[in-house]
């Protein structure tokens, strides 16, 4: 199961709604402006599932290994396939014949992309490219940011920053598209 539900703009859209509504249930006096902002920020959501969308058409393989499962809504936002991941439990370093598996899924399905999580050690992904290579096949290996943390606001102590989801998430999209064949 994969709880990053916010990697997906269809799901963020519909996050975004319901938290207006609820606001504006208990803070009825300030309904228009909770109405308002989401709009706006909807907006921005459909902006960003379009780009996406664009970046990601033409490419010939979609095919992409993640660290970990997090990344289930934005590659079905963006017709992006996940052939495996590398830890089956986030954290967990996999063994000796699950690397052996994601060698062989890599060969057979022609994976072009290993994506990597700041969160987590590169060491597992760096093997698995190192052995690919050994054997011929040229894998990428590229960050991205399941946006479980944000930093705070420049001069706005405790509160993170309103334009981080939208940029990381724009970045994320960047990043993926220019690995991609």
Sequence with gaps: HDPHVWLGPPQAIAMAKIIADKLSEID?????GYEARAEKFIDELKKLEEYGKAAFKDK???KIITMHEAFDYFAKAFDIE???TIQKRPGADPDG???KELVKLCQEQKVAVICVEPQYSKAQ???LQTTLKGRGIDVQIVPL???ETAPIAEGKTGNPDPGYYLKKMKEN???LAKALP
């Design 28 to 32: 009825p006096a300030n309904k228009k």
């Design 60 to 62: 010939k393989n979609k």
């Design 82 to 84: 996940i052939a495996a």
């Design 97 to 99: 014949a699950s690397m």
């Design 125 to 127: 992904a760096e093997m």
């Design 145 to 147: 940011d399941p946006l």
């Design 173 to 175: 999209i960047d990043t």
